[in-house]
């Protein structure tokens, strides 16, 4: 039987794939920090839904009854969870339809949404992009996308990109807590959107501005070695080059003018695919501050 879905857990996402193996490992020990409990979700896929009853059991005649898969799945993931993090309660729900709309769905409320993602790209993911690029395009909340391939910690710290606008602050603000909490420095990037359109920009203008946006939140954690830096190039190759030793990578995502946004979009999507750490979304909303369980 599956738990109900409670406000401010860490969602992640578990399907058949093992790509949910380092998202759950990761979202164990990111609700160990913040003091929250885990929820496990599982989207039914096309052939579950069809074959299999609310509860994931197949109703097909001649089938051997047994545990449905998505139990099976859930166990597993439930078991890794509390083998890394015996302390973090944990709990389970069932979902059904699209995998991108079911868990931006489900983790409206929530504090994160985890997913895994492979490091590798289609021609599929290329002409209508992965998972993980779907979600984190509209993110119900902080979203984190922790790849196959990740590294352990490095102790480089957090990485966060912003631009000039006031939409930075809530993805600067979750970075501070993140480098806070885990005692890591904290890299700030400026991506200057003007670049996007080969207009030059003035360094000073840009280094002011960036000084005069992380000022109260540095005073808010004096315990975070700051460093500071301007992006040269195409933005998404200078993130990336920048993300190379770094535990952690904290971008904004929030709603422009459909032209700016989709020439921004080629930041957010190279970044969240390309990657080698896990690399957090975060919309423009307030991120909440201090743990549930």
């Given amino acids: 039987m599956n738990d109900a879905l409670n406000p401010g857990t860490i969602v992640v996402g578990v399907g058949a794939h ?6 759950a490992d990761w979202a164990a020990d990111q609700a160990a920090l913040e003091n929250r409990a885990i929820t496990l979700v599982h989207v039914l896929g096309p052939d579950e839904q069809l074959w299999h009853d609310p509860q994931g059991r197949d109703r097909r005649i001649g089938v051997p009854a047994g545990p449905p898969n998505s139990d099976l799945v859930l166990d597993q993931a439930r078991a890794r969870v509390a083998t890394r993090q015996p302390d973090v ?19 409206r409320e929530a504090r994160l949404l985890v997913i895994g ?24 909340c902080p979203t984190v996308v922790v790849h196959s391939t990740r590294r352990g910690r490095t102790g480089d710290g957090v990485l966060v990109g912003i631009d000039d606008t006031e939409h930075s602050l809530a993805p600067l603000r979750f970075a501070f807590q993140q480098a806070s909490w885990r005692q890591l420095p904290l890299s700030i990037v ?50 990336l080059r920048a993300a190379r030793a770094m535990d952690l990578v904290v971008l904004g995502s929030h709603h422009r003018h459909p032209v700016t946004e989709l020439q921004l979009g080629s930041v957010v999507a190279p970044v969240v695919e390309q990657a080698t750490c896990p690399v957090v ?4 909303v307030p991120v909440a501050v201090g743990g549930t369980s």
């Fill in 117 to 140: 993602s492979r490091q590798h790209r289609t021609l599929w993911s290329v002409l209508f992009g992965t998972v993980a690029t779907g979600v984190v395009r509209r993110p119900p």
């Fill in 18 to 23: 093992d790509t949910w193996q380092d998202a």
């Fill in 190 to 239: 400026h991506v200057a959107t003007e670049s996007l359109y080969g207009v030059p920009t003035d360094e000073v203008e840009q280094r002011l501005a960036m000084a005069e946006t992380i000022a109260g939140l540095s005073e808010e954690h004096p315990d975070v070695e700051l460093r500071t830096a301007i992006a040269r190039g195409v933005p998404s190759d200078a993130l």
């Fill in 281 to 284: 979304v975060v919309p423009d």
């Fill in 89 to 107: 309660p944990v709990r389970t729900t069932l979902c059904g339809g699209g995998v991108r709309g079911s868990l931006q769905t489900t983790a």
